[in-house]
């Protein structure tokens, strides 16, 4: 049966137009409503995810119509709007950009586009931008237009007004550099900070951000205060289910490393593992925590650079890893992890210290990203997809089991390693792409 739901793709001519902050402020605006808000991130990212998820109460999913495929995308939506009144999805970069682009998403599904556009530097061109948006495209629709970073109600009532009649006008944010004076706070506070701040892989981690629920109240405030929160108009969400695995990982234990060092976890991929009927352990390395037991390892993505003295000091951790390896036990590192599982670890600054030594090999962060992609990887246990994005250069000290492609013929084909049972690389795997291959990944 279709189900309806009010839905957004919440869209902008470029990165950089604040897309995720008008998201976080509408999820978390709309929940404080009561209101069932779902909201998903299109393409491979993990930061902005972890914002959206404080700022609606619920997991953000990905939905990549190349990663994860055409129906996982429609799985995803359909159970959404079983459960929710709202369904936000975050759009990435500009919204033609790409392949597939967040305008293919909207076009194969039907949402309607809300168009954030940056008006800080402009006024009545914004009109044209917005109509530029509008027409590019017949099978995309723009709904609607959002105002960031304005600095008053009069130059919001420029952009507004050279707005053409057949667009909706959603209000504003004001501009992110100054705080949130709104007598609005709920703390009694007379203002906030309304920005949210980023390092080099994008936004700074939500975990790592002690205000940040005061950040998005802010961003809550300034919205209310500046639009109606009405309804975008509901949208038929044909029937599709979420693919299962057939590969049992039943009695099987997994440990899996999650901190400030280990954060860059698709909650897909936990769904797959424990749909597979394993049995799923989190430790924090840098809290301490010894390697719980277990059959199999994953150690995932995340900032090991920016905590290299403490995951050094480990040795107890390190001596673990490296016993469980020998033995021939599964162990999967991303990106971050392949890092860790390295001999040595240099930060950008220089400061190098020894990590876990599962793979021979060094690596250093650099000043300027060195790697992005999609990436299709075709593994023994099966063709798997994901992505590449990181700022670290690798020299290790093997052969390659394989290297991942990249489908839009990009430079990013990043090798794989594999020594007994461990498998590394810089490839974040995106498990729906494959659910067997994922598990086949932690069977011994």
Same mark, same amino acid.
């Given at each position: 049966?279709?189900?309806?739901? %009010?839905?957004?793709?919440?869209?902008?001519?470029?990165?950089?137009?604040?897309?995720? !902050?008008?998201?976080?402020?509408?999820?978390?605006?709309?929940?404080?409503?009561?209101?069932?808000?779902?909201?998903?991130?299109?393409?491979?990212?993990?930061?902005?995810?972890?914002?959206?998820?404080?700022?609606?109460?619920?997991?953000?999913?990905?939905?990549?119509?190349?990663?994860?495929?055409?129906?996982?995308?429609?799985?995803?939506?359909?159970?959404?709007?079983?459960?929710?009144?709202?369904?936000?999805?975050?759009?990435?970069?500009?919204?033609?950009?790409?392949?597939?682009?967040?305008?293919?998403?909207?076009?194969?599904?039907?949402?309607?586009?809300?168009?954030?556009?940056?008006? %800080?530097?402009?006024?009545?061109?914004?009109?044209?931008?917005?109509?530029?948006?509008?027409?590019?495209?017949?099978?995309?629709?723009?709904?609607?237009?959002?105002?960031?970073?304005?600095?008053?109600?009069?130059?919001?009532?420029?952009?507004?007004? %050279?707005?053409?009649? !057949?667009?909706?006008?959603?209000?504003?944010?004001?501009?992110?550099?100054?705080?949130?004076?709104?007598?609005?706070?709920?703390?009694? !506070? %007379?203002?906030?900070?309304?920005?949210?701040?980023?390092?080099?892989?994008?936004?700074?981690?939500?975990?790592?951000?002690?205000?940040?629920?005061?950040?998005?109240?802010?961003?809550?405030?300034?919205?209310?205060?500046?639009?109606?929160?009405?309804?975008?108009?509901?949208?038929?969400?044909?029937?599709?289910?979420?693919?299962?695995?057939?590969?049992?990982?039943?009695?099987?234990?997994?440990?899996?490393?999650?901190?400030?060092?280990?954060?860059?976890?698709?909650?897909?991929?936990?769904?797959?593992?424990?749909?597979?009927?394993?049995?799923?352990?989190?430790?924090?390395?840098?809290?301490?925590?010894?390697?719980?037991?277990?059959?199999?390892?994953?150690?995932?993505?995340?900032?090991?650079?920016?905590?290299?003295?403490?995951?050094?000091?480990?040795?107890?951790?390190?001596?673990?890893?490296?016993?469980?390896?020998?033995?021939?036990?599964?162990?999967?590192?991303?990106?971050?992890?392949?890092?860790?599982?390295?001999?040595?670890?240099?930060?950008?600054?220089?400061?190098?210290?020894?990590?876990?030594?599962?793979?021979?090999?060094?690596?250093?962060?650099?000043?300027?990203?060195?790697?992005?992609?999609?990436?299709?990887?075709?593994?023994?246990?099966?063709?798997?997809?994901?992505?590449?994005?990181?700022?670290?250069?690798?020299?290790?000290?093997?052969?390659?089991?394989?290297?991942?492609?990249?489908?839009?013929?990009?430079?990013?084909?990043?090798?794989?390693?594999?020594?007994?049972?461990?498998?590394?690389?810089?490839?974040?795997?995106?498990?729906?792409?494959?659910?067997?291959?994922?598990?086949?990944?932690?069977?011994?």
């Amino acid at each position: 049966m279709t189900r309806h739901c %009010s839905a957004w793709l919440v869209s902008a001519p470029a990165s950089g137009q604040g897309k995720t !902050s008008v998201t976080a402020a509408l999820a978390r605006a709309h929940a404080r409503l009561g209101r069932r808000v779902r909201v998903f991130k299109t393409g491979p990212d993990f930061l902005d995810p972890m914002i959206l998820a404080r700022a609606s109460g619920s997991p953000v999913y990905q939905l990549d119509a190349w990663m994860g495929g055409e129906h996982d995308v429609r799985a995803q939506l359909y159970q959404a709007a079983g459960e929710a009144d709202l369904i936000l999805v975050e759009g990435v970069m500009g919204l033609f950009d790409g392949a597939p682009s967040s305008a293919d998403l909207a076009a194969r599904f039907g949402l309607p586009v809300l168009a954030v556009i940056d008006g %800080s530097a402009m006024a009545q061109t914004f009109g044209a931008l917005a109509h530029g948006l509008a027409t590019y495209r017949s099978d995309v629709t723009v709904q609607g237009v959002f105002a960031n970073r304005v600095g008053s109600d009069y130059h919001a009532k420029l952009l507004r007004e %050279s707005l053409p009649p !057949s667009l909706a006008w959603h209000g504003t944010l004001p501009r992110d550099t100054t705080p949130c004076r709104s007598a609005l706070a709920r703390d009694g !506070s %007379s203002e906030r900070p309304i920005s949210l701040p980023e390092r080099h892989l994008g936004l700074v981690s939500a975990d790592e951000l002690e205000d940040l629920d005061a950040r998005l109240e802010a961003l809550a405030d300034a919205l209310e205060a500046r639009s109606t929160l009405s309804l975008p108009p509901p949208v038929p969400f044909a029937p599709a289910t979420i693919a299962a695995p057939t590969v049992s990982l039943a009695g099987l234990r997994i440990a899996i490393a999650r901190d400030a060092a280990f954060a860059f976890l698709y909650p897909a991929n936990i769904d797959v593992l424990r749909a597979a009927g394993a049995s799923l352990t989190f430790f924090s390395p840098l809290a301490g925590d010894a390697l719980p037991p277990c059959d199999a390892v994953w150690l995932p993505g995340g900032y090991p650079e920016l905590h290299l003295d403490t995951l050094a000091a480990r040795v107890d951790l390190r001596n673990a890893l490296r016993a469980h390896v020998d033995a021939g036990r599964p162990l999967l590192a991303e990106c971050g992890g392949l890092l860790y599982a390295l001999d040595q670890l240099a930060d950008r600054d220089g400061h190098a210290a020894p990590m876990a030594g599962l793979l021979r090999g060094t690596a250093m962060v650099q000043p300027r990203m060195t790697a992005l992609g999609m990436q299709a990887v075709a593994l023994p246990e099966g063709d798997l997809r994901g992505h590449s994005f990181h700022y670290a250069r690798a020299s290790i000290d093997a052969e390659p089991l394989t290297h991942a492609t990249n489908p839009n013929g990009g430079p990013t084909t990043e090798a794989v390693y594999r020594r007994a049972r461990m498998t590394a690389s810089f490839v974040h795997l995106y498990f729906p792409s494959h659910p067997d291959a994922a598990a086949r990944l932690f069977l011994p």
